[in-house]
């Protein structure tokens, strides 16, 4: 059976020993680190476009067997001709629209608590992104970023992007 699969989060590690950026979603924590002196930034939580997952749910008009696809042309490996599922020969009976990233919490807001004296341009670790950044890509499946790398400009931690490059899809 083909099928959209996000497969789980991909994670770079903190292999830099850089200084780490806590992420909360507990006001108590918040704070906290407030009335200790440190600085936070509250993030809110939106959904990336590319962690749009869409797959069809499709009926064989003549044998009633139902599959799920990522798509009416499903690509293959090898150099086989793509499968090809025609709407004369199958209907579709649901598209499934789905998300890459599942969240445990369901508010819309997460915060990052700074290190101490942190240093304009410094690089930091942020171990869990409240941000939905795309790790990688492998034809209809995409990863998400469990955590990354990010430099501090004085008022926002940028996250960057360009540490994701290095993963790469065998198979």
């Known amino acids: ?12 590690g ?4 850089l200084r780490i950026v806590e992420t909360t979603y507990d006001v108590d924590r918040l704070n906290a680190a407030r009335q200790n002196g440190l ?4 993030i809110t939580m939106s959904k990336n476009p590319a962690l749009m997952l869409r797959s069809l749910l499709l009926k064989n008009k003549d044998t ?7 798509g009416r042309m499903v690509n293959r490996q090898y ?15 649901y598209q499934v ?3 890459a990233r599942v969240r445990k919490n369901e508010q ?10 942190v240093g304009i341009g410094e690089r930091l670790y942020i171990a869990d992104l409240i941000e939905d950044v795309m ?10 970023a469990a955590d990354g790398i990010a430099e501090w400009n004085g008022t926002d931690l940028i996250i960057d992007l360009h540490e994701y490059d290095r993963f790469q899809m065998i198979g």
Do not use: C, H
Request: proline letters at 6%.
């Open 64 to 70: 009633r067997e139902i599959i799920q696809v990522s």
């Open 135 to 144: 790790a990688t890509a492998f034809w209809e499946s995409v990863w998400y």
């Open 108 to 117: 819309n807001w997460g915060a990052y608590i700074l290190p101490e004296r």
């Open 39 to 42: 600085q936070i930034l509250i």
């Open 79 to 93: 150099g086989l001709p793509p499968l090809v599922y025609s709407e004369k020969e199958w209907e579709l009976v």
């Open 1 to 12: 059976m083909e099928s959209s699969f996000s497969g789980g989060p991909r994670s770079l």
């Open 97 to 99: 629209n789905d998300y």
């Open 14 to 17: 903190n292999k830099r020993q």
